[in-house]
């Protein structure tokens, strides 16, 4: 059974940094490309940023860019995301998620539809 579990989630305030963790289990984990996304009220779902199985190529929201970091620790089966400057905009519930490798050393995706393995999110509010 495919575990995803999300931690790191809380109540900060504009300008603090969080750093997400998603441990998984029973998957490979090195065979799946990782994602972060999130869900604020009222809002469709949307990508936050990638991860190849390698952890070097990492593409990014334009929303996020220069304020988060995706990283992976594949001895540990874990993904990363350090948020660091966090805006109000930023509340919501973070995702992460993990996609199937294609074949590509590269590949990873901001398709929400790619990725065949979802936690169940945790919370992430910003004060202003």
């Known amino acids: 059974q495919v575990q995803l579990v999300e931690s790191g989630g809380g109540l900060v305030q504009a300008g603090d940094s969080l750093r997400l963790s998603c441990g998984t289990s029973g998957l490979t984990f090195s065979d799946y490309a990782m994602g972060w996304f999130r869900q604020a009220p009222g809002e469709e779902r949307e990508f936050v940023a990638a991860?190849?199985?390698?952890?070097?190529?990492?593409p990014y929201a334009d929303s996020v860019k220069g304020r988060f970091t995706i990283s992976r620790d594949n001895s540990r089966n874990t993904v990363y995301l350090q948020m660091n400057s966090l805006k109000p905009e930023d509340t919501a519930v973070y995702y992460c998620?993990?996609?199937?490798?294609?074949?590509?050393?590269?590949?990873?995706?901001?398709?929400?539809?790619?990725?065949?393995?979802w936690g169940q999110g945790t919370q992430v509010i910003v004060s202003s």
């Open positions: 998620a993990a996609a199937p490798n294609t074949g590509s050393y590269y590949y990873t995706s901001t398709r929400a539809t790619d990725y065949r393995h």
């Open positions: 991860i190849n199985w390698r952890g070097d190529t990492t």
